[in-house]
T-cell receptor, first 115, second 111 residues
């Protein structure tokens, strides 16, 4: 168990809908990262938050947004969902930010299926 | 559990054999590399890392080799066990601090 929790574990929804994925980092970790893992793209970095502020952005679509709250949990919001958004979404956390040498601890993921 | 489901290269070995998983990276600016293990239904788990000022690093039953000349990374697992069955990803930092993941190799260990 990495100490990172994600809810829900599975989510099934329809095209055009909006969903929110939730992540709680390990105790003491200030950074939260979101990744998408799909069949054809592998593990893709979406966005990082550090202590409530957006720190880095990757291949995140404009239909997707995220935030990190004062208690350090994070939510990833996916809107106007398309079939191609079906994927595993992982959250990871680390103690710090700005250096690659902070080990990232991954949660168990949320499986999103868009029908 | 859920599988990653990617069409991945697969390495099949017998229990007790040594396994070697290879990874080619493309960014010559990368100076930090990580190997992750992802078991079915779980998120990636850090195994071992190496910085570019090293060409070899050993952990418990695992060794990572880095060849910067040909941009190649390998993970060696000694005395492979059924519990080692998983998808293994290499990641490079590409000059930033966000890792870029390779597509992974599926390791299947036969008892």
């Amino acid at each position: 168990d990495s100490g990172v929790t994600q809810t829900p574990k599975h989510l099934i929804t329809a095209t055009g809908q909006r969903v929110t994925l939730r992540c709680s980092p390990r105790s003491g970790d200030l950074s939260v990262y979101w990744y998408q893992q799909s069949l054809d793209q592998g593990l893709q970095f979406l966005i990082q938050y550090y202590n409530g502020e957006e720190r880095a952005k990757g291949n995140i679509l404009e239909r997707f947004s995220a935030q990190q709250f004062p208690d350090l949990h994070s939510e990833l919001n996916l809107s106007s969902l398309e079939l191609g958004d079906s994927a595993l979404y992982f959250c990871a956390s680390s103690v710090g930010a700005g250096t690659p040498y902070n080990e990232q601890f991954f949660g168990p993921g949320t499986r999103l299926t868009v029908l | 559990g859920e599988s990653v489901g990617l069409h991945l290269p697969t390495l099949s070995v017998q229990e007790g054999d040594n396994s070697i998983i290879n990874c080619a990276y493309s960014n010559s600016a990368s100076d930090y590399f990580i190997w992750y293990k992802q078991e079915s239904g779980k998120g990636p788990q850090f195994i071992i890392d190496i910085r570019s000022n090293m060409d070899k690093r050993q952990g418990q039953r695992v060794t990572v080799l880095l060849n910067k000349t040909v941009k190649h990374l390998s993970l060696q697992i000694a005395a492979t066990q059924p519990g080692d069955s998983a998808v293994y990803f290499c990641a490079e930092n590409g000059g930033s601090y966000i890792p870029t993941f390779g597509r992974g190799t599926s390791l299947i260990v036969h008892p």
